[in-house]
Antibody
Framework: QVQLQVSGPGLVRPSETLSLTCTVSGASVRSPTHYWSWIRQSPGKGLEWIGYVYYTGSTNYNPSLKSRVTISVDLSTNQFSLNLSSMTTADTAVYFC??????????????WGQGTLVTVSP | IQMTQSPSSVSASVGDRVTITCRASQGISTWLVWYQQKPGEAPKLLVSTASSLQSGVPSRFSGGGSGTDFTLTISSLQPEDFATYFCQQTNMFPFTFGPGTKVDIK
């Protein structure tokens, strides 16, 4: 059974960088058919796709966040991470990590972490 | 690609048939996914490629449509189905979600 666990701070100061890690168990981040993704959810913006990383290190980001986002993968620890710089109150949201299936096309986020609330406040 | 859903909320009773509509701002073939989310939980994948039910999802759920217009139907609403349902297009990056449809108890 695949499990994803998000870890990281719940409070970030404005202008700082958010760093979150997703630990994967029951599956390998080396899977050739899965992409490891970050999604956030806020009352104002709903669900927003942030981006993904592939086990090769290849990434794809939402253009609305691209200048501030870095997603990376660590094969040795079976983890992947999100860094979001220059945080503002607009970035307050629940952040989820998830696994995206690619098999002759994108088939959806089939496993999700529990989500972590990140609040941006002085 | 902008995604819209209707209605934004629906009140229904156990046993009712409920249909939720999702519309894409441009054609996405059948690259449409449906999720169910309960309060305090992560979304759960129900349907991929518009109509393919995920393993373990009850057969009372069905998805349909192609191009720009899609539906998710619950044929006979059960107590555990009261939740919010989201569509997501996976045709073009950035992937985008609909605003959600909340199904609550009448």
């Amino acid at each position: 059974q695949v499990q994803l666990q998000v870890s990281g701070p719940g409070l970030v100061r404005p202008s700082e960088t958010l760093s979150l890690t997703c630990t994967v168990s029951g599956a390998s981040v080396r899977s050739p058919t899965h992409y490891w993704s970050w999604i956030r959810q806020s009352p104002g913006k709903g669900l927003e796709w942030i981006g993904y990383v592939y086990y090769t290190g290849s990434t794809n980001y939402n253009p609305s966040l691209k200048s501030r986002v870095t997603i990376s993968v660590d094969l040795s620890t079976n983890q992947f991470s999100l860094n979001l710089s220059s945080m503002t109150t607009a970035d307050t949201a629940v952040y989820f990590c998830a696994r995206d299936l690619f098999s002759s096309g994108w088939k959806g986020l089939d496993s999700w972490g529990q989500g972590t609330l990140v609040t941006v406040s002085p | 690609i902008q995604m819209t859903q209707s209605p934004s909320s629906v009140s229904a009773s156990v046993g009712d048939r409920v249909t939720i509509t999702c519309r894409a701002s441009q054609g996405i073939s059948t690259w449409l996914v449906w999720y169910q989310q309960k309060p305090g939980e992560a979304p759960k994948l129900l349907v991929s490629t518009a109509s393919s039910l995920q393993s373990g999802v009850p057969s009372r759920f069905s998805g349909g449509g192609s191009g720009t217009d899609f539906t998710l139907t619950i044929s006979s609403l059960q107590p555990e189905d009261f939740a919010t349902y989201f569509c997501q297009q996976t045709n073009m990056f950035p992937f985008t979600f609909g605003p959600g449809t909340k199904v609550d108890i009448k």
